[in-house]
């Protein structure tokens, strides 16, 4: 007997629609799979199986996070597949903090109403994302909860499990005086401030299709552009270099994130003349008359993620990561935790 209720149906919920999606979203989902996969989607638990070899005290490492506000300039550009790239990035990128390889993913989806097209293409995000992070998307929820959520919103956060030896483990008070500060550049605004950003640009009464001289594409395209994800090139600089601190630059910006990598005591001494920063930083600072601390201490800036390494491993680590990334300041003494100069 084919699984449906009518009465449910009737009721807002339409459960033959998530099993069409589910349906559809198998391909995306395919393409994650990797070694430690044990089971596939459709059980009751992902199942995964971790590689040990090497590793003589494993620790595991996890990170949960959602894609906020910025869902919201998928509603209106109808643009559905690249939020997931954002939901992953949130959750790996606070994993490798530590120095973990992520393992796997799950996602949660909640929507008004299940189309089971447009959630193959949040999914299809969301396997680009655990494509790029290497890890595999073993399982997720796709809750469609009429009354709650307007027929065509949506919400979606994810969770993530890495791995990492525990003697491998990034230790903050390993750093000290003189160490270098790089940073890792940024795709954009990433997945955070986006409160501010739409009332700045007043995104439900402007065209997001329109081109922005400034900014060389349209203001949707800038506003909807994926939160990069680091995991390799950070994973690549770690077996290389000794880092001894990372910070994962998200919601409250260099002011909140940089002393999280910092022991107390020492300060972040940023070069802001260093920075390269997209236009669509200088254009929400003059459209929104936004203070300069109050830009640090909302977006990245430019910087999606910042390493701390000794001055002597500075241009190994930079040889290491390239094009993505430059050194904008270095480790003193003080209690400021983070000085802009």
């Known amino acids: 007997m084919i699984s449906h209720s009518d009465s449910y149906r009737e009721s807002g919920v339409d459960i033959t629609a998530g099993y069409k999606a589910v349906e559809l979203m198998k391909g995306h989902v395919a393409r994650t799979m990797t070694l430690g996969v044990v089971s596939g989607i459709g059980g009751f638990g992902g199942l995964f199986e971790p590689d040990l070899t090497g590793i003589k005290n494993p620790v595991l490492v996890s990170g ?42 799950l996602d949660y989806i909640a929507l008004g109403k299940n189309i089971p097209e447009k959630v193959a293409s949040i999914v299809e995000g969301v396997s680009k994302g655990c494509v790029d992070a290497g890890c595999a998307l073993i399982g997720g929820e796709t809750a469609e909860m009429p009354g709650f959520y307007a027929a065509d919103e949506y919400d979606l956060a994810g969770f993530c499990v890495g791995l990492v030896d525990k003697s491998r483990i990034l230790d903050r008070d390993k750093v000290s005086p003189g ?24 995104v439900e009464n402007i065209n997001l299709d329109a081109y922005v001289e400034e900014l060389g594409e349209s203001i949707g395209a800038a506003l909807l552009r994926p939160t990069r994800i680091y995991v390799k090139p950070v994973l690549e600089l770690i077996d290389a270099v000794n880092v001894k601190s990372i910070a994962n630059i998200t919601g409250g910006g260099f002011f909140e994130n940089i002393p999280r990598a910092l022991p107390e005591g020492l300060t972040a001494r940023i070069d ?11 254009l929400l600072r003059k459209a929104g008359e936004i203070p300069e601390r109050d830009m640090f201490n909302t ?20 040889e290491v990561l390239g094009d993505l990334a430059y050194r904008i300041g270095s480790v003193v003494e003080g209690s400021e935790r983070v000085l802009l100069v």
């Open 64 to 105: 949960t996070d959602g894609v906020g506000t910025k869902l919201k300039i998928a509603f209106l550009t109808g643009i559905h597949n690249t939020v997931g790239i954002d939901c992953v990035a949130m959750c790996v990128n606070d994993v490798i903090c530590s120095g973990a390889r992520p393992l796997f993913f």
């Open 272 to 282: 802001k003349g260093a920075l390269i920063t997209p236009p669509i930083f200088d």
């Open 179 to 202: 160490d270098a500060v790089i940073a890792l550049k940024s795709s954009g605004l990433h997945s955070n401030g986006f409160s501010l950003v739409r009332k700045v640009f007043d």
């Open 299 to 318: 977006f990245n800036m430019g910087v999606g993620m910042v390493a701390i390494v000794d001055k002597a491993d500075c241009d190994k680590a930079l």
